[in-house]
């Protein structure tokens, strides 16, 4: 009993390299999820504006907001791409 408790809690080199590897690519992750966050801002104001503002020519206006939000959904490729060949 006693010596497999002491198995348990023994110190591994390996089990620590992989947790500092796992918060490494957490951290990583993080990152990621912000910038691509940060591309969904312009979209969501977007579809908002669209919604909320949109006058007389809603089939013009409506064009461009759909323009706008598919540029912005074609950046995501290039931020995952970039991201990941400067990634630390």
Do not use: W
């Not at 809690?9 to 912000?34: D, F, G, H, W």
């Amino acid at each position: 009993s006693l010596r497999r408790i002491s198995h348990v809690t023994k110190y591994s080199v390996a089990r620590s390299y992989q947790t500092k590897e796992n918060i490494t690519v957490i951290k990583a992750l993080l990152r990621l999820a912000m910038c691509l966050g940060l591309l969904n801002v312009p979209i969501f104001v977007l579809v908002v504006c669209f919604r909320h503002f949109s006058g007389v020519e809603l089939a013009v206006s409506g064009n461009f907001v759909h323009s706008i939000m598919d540029i912005c959904l074609s950046l995501y490729p290039l931020v995952l791409i970039s991201y990941i060949a400067i990634a630390d």
